[in-house]
Structure formats: structure tokens, C-alpha cells
């Protein structure tokens, strides 16, 4: 009797630490106090798949989806405003990503604009901070 007992312990400790790491590697991390609205929406409604910085994320890894990488200056000067607003709103399957899902159902047209003025952000270089900043 103790031993079935100490197996099914032991399962279930294995099992949480397996759980609790999941969860730790597929946690999307929490906006940084003061955070503008745009850049809520990316890490709450976009980061899951294409990262913090727009090149992907473990998640994403994980289940073998491959985001575009939304860093990629060449890659995104190959689409325009309209393409990534259409593309958020309705979703990839239109336009041939099948894994995009569609946002227009839950934000507004501003807020889509806005996510796209964010996305192109994610290109480009960090502004020099001034020397003894």
C-alpha cells in the first residue's frame, strides 16, 4: 500500500513541475507601468505569437507556427498600411496566413491603425540616447 501511495506522489509532483514549467515558458510578460494603450493591445493581442520584439516568441516555436517576422525592415516595406490593417482586422486566411486570427470582431478601426503604426515601429532602430543618458 505505501508504495502505490509514493508513485502516485512523485507523478504528481513531476507533473506539476512540468505544468509550472509550461506556464512559465509560455507566460506573455505584463506591459511595463506606463505603457501606452497601443503597445497593451501588441503584448496582450500579438506578443503571444510574434514576441515582445516582433521576431517570434518560444510559443510560437513550440507549436510550430511561424509567424512573420514583424522586425524585418525588407520583409515589411513589402507591405502596405492597408495590407497589415486588412490582415489584422480579417485575419491571414484571406490573405493566405492562415494562422492570423482576425481582431476586427473586438477593436476598433483607430485601434487597428494604431497597431499598425506600432508593428512598423518594431523595425526600426532604437533612437541613440544622448551621451550620459
Known amino acids: 500500500m505505501r508504495r502505490p ?14 505544468v509550472g514549467g509550461l506556464a512559465w515558458l509560455l507566460d506573455t510578460p505584463k506591459p511595463p507601468p506606463g505603457a501606452s494603450r497601443v503597445a497593451r493591445l501588441y503584448l496582450g493581442l500579438c506578443a503571444t505569437c510574434h514576441g515582445i520584439d516582433g521576431r517570434g516568441s518560444r510559443r510560437a516555436t513550440l507549436f510550430l507556427i511561424r509567424p512573420g517576422n514583424l522586425a524585418d ?3 515589411m516595406s513589402g507591405h ?3 495590407y497589415l490593417f486588412d490582415i489584422i482586422k480579417h485575419g491571414g486566411a484571406p490573405f493566405g496566413r492562415p494562422g492570423m486570427p482576425a481582431f476586427g470582431a473586438s477593436l476598433s478601426d483607430d485601434d487597428l491603425r ?3 503604426t506600432y508593428v512598423r515601429s518594431l523595425g526600426q532602430p532604437a533612437p541613440a540616447r544622448p551621451p550620459g543618458a
Not at 509514493?6 to 507533473?15: C, Q, W
Open 5 to 18: 501511495v509514493i508513485a502516485l506522489v512523485v507523478i504528481l509532483l513531476g507533473l506539476g513541475v512540468f
Open 73 to 75: 525592415p525588407a520583409r
Open 80 to 82: 502596405t498600411d492597408q
Open 114 to 116: 494604431a497597431l499598425v
